[in-house]
Structure formats: structure tokens, C-alpha cells
């Protein structure tokens, strides 16, 4: 990247957004060229900051912090600036960039770097020095909340300049609301709750389609078809009563393909809307179905009292996306820094969680948090750490989602074209944090 120079007028318009909120002339111009230079000059404020000097020790004020953590992480800007090389055209336009011209495309930039400074004063700023930025995260009952809470309690949020605030949904349809509405920036949900509710085939309809996609991946759904004793057999549930979240949205596309495939048609067995993954396992427990889809480590749970385990899902369905972390493209348009604190926090707090010294407090805080799991704690954290059940990579794969764009079309509204797994998702932030 060194050598090329990006256009003036980009220079110039960055350089003039920037003075108007508040950062002098020379400190704009001092990141522009630090971003056109490729530096990563300050390595050794990290180094400083890790040796516990304190952070006013290091920078002299706020500008000063902001300046040189912006000019030390500069791959995100450089990455956007790329399309507006002047040997590049304005080919290879990033997804988030597709139909702006180019005047709309550098106020993006701008309120993005504007963002970026702003988390970076908080990253750099004493506790309480700063205001953090508030955001609502939604997300269903279950372990794979599991590093939301190592994140929340060990400050790793906070050490991305964000006060998270986790509320837990009764169903798939109080998530999509509160996702469309704004009540909740980001959802863990499921990969087909995006795509059910992007083609307008959700539970209920929320008034036109949702402009929903998703940006990071947390785990391959850890399904297992779990059913009472009697039932052995998958063709054994045949005229039968099995459980679901939603009827036409989730994991129920998944458990009528895995029905299909042992020769089980829609007609052959009765569905009923229980809810969430907990509340599955409460009507298995009490018998109130004869089998349902329960994630780990709710299937372990299962076992436990006397539940049989008929297929996983994995070894019907191959790769298959499952939860992943979504949100609107409205609101991630106008708060790009913001999602990628998150993915930063959330990446962190699963390193922690993966690092063995860590297991015994990882175990307690999981017990803590869902009760209900103290007799599996163990074998919770084999499934989901040591064998790597959260997607420890955070990558969204095509593949996984194209299974998932699949099940709806053969099992979603009929006439509808399914579009593509890149209709759902967007690389760009995963390969502005991690690349």
C-alpha cells in the first residue's frame, strides 16, 4: 500500500469532516497521512499500556489518544479508502458502498472514522473519563450467551468503548421485533431468522421485508434431535407430537429436512410453537412432545434425565449455519465502529474462555448464569470449548449459509427466489477487524 496516494478531493473531504468536529486541521491532516502511509507507528503505546503505564501517562489529552490509536489500527480506513486509489478506480466497492456515489461513500468513511476516534478515546481513557456507547444486544436463553457474559463481567466491552446490555427473548418473534424496531441493535439468532425475515416469510410479518443481515458467525447450531425413550427411532416418530420454536421460521426447516430424509413427510407428524431452546427442553422433560431439537448443551441436559439422542444434525445436514450475530443494515450503515467493538469484545472474551486456565471460573460462571446445567457443566464447556462448538474463527463460511438459504427455499413460501448467501451476509466487517 505504500507509494500510491489516494485522491486529493478524498484527502480534502476527510480532512474538512474531521475539522468540523472538533479535530484541529494539523491533527486531521497528521491521520490522513498516517492512513495514506500505511503506519503502525504506535506499537509501542500498546506495549507501554500492556507494561500497566497508565493511559494519561502515555497520551497527553483525548486528541492525542485518539490520534495515535486511530493512526495504530488504520487497516479498517485503509480498507474502505481502497475503492478510491487512484490506480483503482471505484472498482471492488465494498457490499456496505453498493449504489452510493462517490460523495455519499467518503460521509460514510467520515462518520465511520469519526466512530473509530470516539471508541478509541474510550479504549485509551481512564474509567469514567469517557462515555460509553450503549448497545442492546438480544440474544436467546442458552450457553452460547456464554462469552456476552465473560465479555460483560471481565470488561472486555468495555475496553472497546461499549456498555452492552443483554435482554433475553421469550421467541424468535419478540427478537424480530425488537431487532426491527431498534429496541435491540444486535441478535444472536439464528441464521434462518435472518433470511426468513429478509424474504418478508417470518413468523409475522413486520410490514415489509427485513433489511436484516448478519456479521459474525457463532456456532454451527449444535443441534441434536433429541426424543423420549420409547421413540428410537426417527421413523418411530410418525403420527407423533414434536416441538418447535417457531412453525415456519429457526431450526424447524432443519428438523422437517431431518424427518424427510428418514422418510417422514410434513403430514406425517403434528408441530406445536413451544419457544426457546429451554422451553423444548422443559416440554421433552415433561413429556409434552415426543421429540424435539435442542442445542448443546441442552441436549446434554437431556441425557441426563433419561432422554435418547437420535441424530445429530451435523451428520444429516453437513455444514449448516447457525447462530450467528445480526443486525439491520440501516443502523450498522451509521454505526460500523460500533459493530466492530463488539466483534473485538466478543472476540476477546472468547480467548478467555478458551484458555484452559480459565475453565474452572468459565464452568462457574455458566452455572451461575443457567442453573439448570450445573449436572453438565462439564461436559458444556468439552462441547463448546475443548471441541470448539462456538466458532472460534467468528467467520461467517458461504457454504453454511447456503444451506441454510436452501431449507427455506424448499421448505418457505413457494415462487419466491431464495437469492444467494451473500444476499444475507457482509464479509467486510469480519475482514476489517481480523484481517
Keep these: 500500500m505504500q507509494g500510491d496516494e489516494y485522491p486529493a478531493q478524498a484527502v480534502a473531504a476527510l480532512t474538512s469532516t474531521l475539522s468540523q468536529n472538533g479535530l484541529s486541521k494539523h491533527v486531521s491532516e497528521a491521520v490522513v497521512q498516517a492512513l495514506n502511509r500505511g503506519d503502525l507507528m504506535p506499537s509501542d503505546i500498546i506495549q507501554l499500556k500492556r507494561a500497566g503505564i497508565p493511559r494519561r501517562g502515555i497520551h497527553q489529552d483525548h486528541t492525542s489518544a485518539a490520534v495515535l ?69 438480544i440474544a436467546f436463553p442458552g450457553a452460547s450467551n456464554w462469552p456476552l457474559w465473560v465479555g460483560q463481567q471481565k470488561g472486555f466491552f468495555a475496553g472497546q468503548g461499549l456498555k452492552i446490555s443483554l435482554s433475553i427473548t421469550p421467541n424468535s418473534v419478540h427478537m424480530a421485533r425488537e431487532l426491527y424496531t431498534g429496541g ?27 433489511d436484516f443481515f448478519a456479521v459474525m458467525s457463532v456456532d454451527d447450531g449444535l443441534l441434536s434431535l433429541m426424543a ?13 407430537t414434536l416441538a418447535v420454536d417457531a412453525l415456519t421460521t429457526g431450526y424447524a426447516l432443519v428438523l422437517k429436512e431431518i424427518l424427510a430424509r428418514h422418510g417422514l413427510a410434513e403430514s406425517d407428524v403434528h408441530y406445536v410453537s413451544v419457544g426457546t431452546g429451554a422451553e423444548r427442553y422443559a416440554a421433552l422433560k415433561e413429556g409434552r412432545c415426543a421429540a424435539t431439537l435442542l442445542n448443546a448443551p441442552l441436549c446434554l441436559a437431556a441425557e441426563s434425565v433419561g432422554k435418547i439422542r437420535l441424530v445429530r444434525a451435523s451428520t444429516v445436514m453437513g455444514p449448516y449455519q447457525g447462530v450467528v450475530a445480526a443486525a439491520r443494515r440501516r443502523w450498522a450503515s451509521d454505526n460500523t465502529a460500533v459493530i466492530h467493538g463488539f466483534m473485538r469484545g466478543y472476540d476477546a472474551s472468547l480467548r478467555w474462555l478458551c484458555d484452559p486456565a480459565n475453565a474452572d471460573e468459565a464452568r462457574s460462571l455458566l452455572v451461575e448464569r443457567l442453573p439448570s446445567l450445573r449436572s453438565v457443566a462439564d461436559g458444556a464447556y468439552r462441547v463448546l470449548i475443548t471441541e470448539r462448538g462456538l466458532d472460534r474463527t467468528l467467520r461467517l463460511r458461504p457454504q453454511a449459509v447456503d444451506a441454510v438459504v436452501r431449507l427455506r427455499e424448499r421448505y418457505g413460501a413457494r415462487g419466491q427466489k431464495p437469492g444467494l448467501a451473500e444476499d444475507y451476509i457482509d464479509d467486510d466487517y469480519w475482514r476489517a477487524v481480523f484481517c
Excluded at 197 to 207: A, D, F, P, T
Design 184 to 210: 435491540a441493535h444486535v441478535a444472536l439468532t439464528s441464521m434462518d431468522n435472518v433470511v426468513a425475515y429478509g424474504r418478508g416469510e417470518g413468523e409475522v410479518s413486520l410490514g415489509e421485508p427485513a
Design 69 to 137: 490509536t486511530a493512526a495504530a489500527e488504520p487497516c479498517y480506513l485503509q480498507f474502505k479508502f481502497e475503492p478510491f486509489r487512484v490506480d483503482g478506480g471505484q472498482k471492488n466497492l465494498p457490499a456496505s458502498f453498493e449504489g452510493l456515489d462517490f460523495c455519499l461513500a467518503l460521509q460514510s468513511i467520515a462518520r465511520t472514522f469519526l466512530q473509530e476516534v470516539e471508541m478509541a478515546v474510550a479504549r485509551f481513557s481512564e474509567p469514567g473519563d469517557v462515555q460509553a456507547i450503549s448497545l442492546s444486544v
Design 228 to 240: 423420549q425413550p420409547e421413540h428410537d427411532a426417527v421413523s418411530c416418530l410418525r403420527r407423533q
